[in-house]
């Protein structure tokens, strides 16, 4: 079951720190079907609907070169989220999960992750498949799939050692 803000057997809370550090700029919005998150996927799916992201200004121009790539990464702020679960029973039956052991939207800083298939980019606008987000959630960030990516620099001898 998809949690709101009730607590559930079992769960722990925490009274979360004063202060918050990272100052993120949202650069853009995720236009999905989904306005409930009871009706929102757990994950993505490649056969999910086509879903929107909305690339705002000044960052349309960051997107230059990101068509060559048929799977990004997009990164979105689950912005609807509670942030103050250190244990968490995702089934609600009474067996808890810390939270860095859970993919659960509930967590310090709810950051959002997905590998999707793109499928246009017009402008600021991707169309692209396999999200789950809420509708109008936050956009981060948007990489290549890592597993597409080829680093600039092939590895060089010696890159990986520790010293140790
Ligand atoms: N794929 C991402 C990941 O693994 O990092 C997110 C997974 S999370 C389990 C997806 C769930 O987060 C959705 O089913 C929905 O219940 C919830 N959700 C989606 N958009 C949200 C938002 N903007 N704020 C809070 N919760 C959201």
Do not use: H
């Not at 067996?95 to 509930?106: E, K, M, N, Q, Y």
């Not at 080829?150 to 060089?156: F, G, L, M």
Request: contains cysteine.
């Amino acid at each position: 079951m998809v949690r709101l803000n009730e607590i559930r057997t079992g769960e722990v809370a925490i009274t979360p720190p004063e202060g918050r550090d990272a100052g993120l700029t949202y650069i853009g919005r995720i236009r999905t079907p989904w306005t409930d998150r009871l009706a929102c996927p757990r994950q993505g799916r490649a056969d999910g609907p086509s879903c929107r992201i909305e690339v705002f200004e000044p960052w349309i121009a960051a997107l230059d070169g990101l068509g060559e790539f048929a799977r990004i990464e997009v990164l979105y702020w689950l912005d609807a989220s509670r942030r103050d679960l250190v244990r968490q029973s995702p089934a609600n039956d009474g067996t808890t999960r810390g939270t860095f052991a859970l993919r659960s939207p509930v967590r310090p800083n709810p950051i959002g992750t997905s590998i999707v298939t793109l499928i246009a980019i017009e402008g600021g606008i991707l169309t692209v498949r396999g999200l789950d987000c809420l509708d109008g959630t936050p956009l981060l960030d948007l990489k290549p799939d890592r597993s597409l990516f080829t680093p600039i620099a092939p590895p060089q001898l010696g890159d990986y050692e520790t010293g140790a």
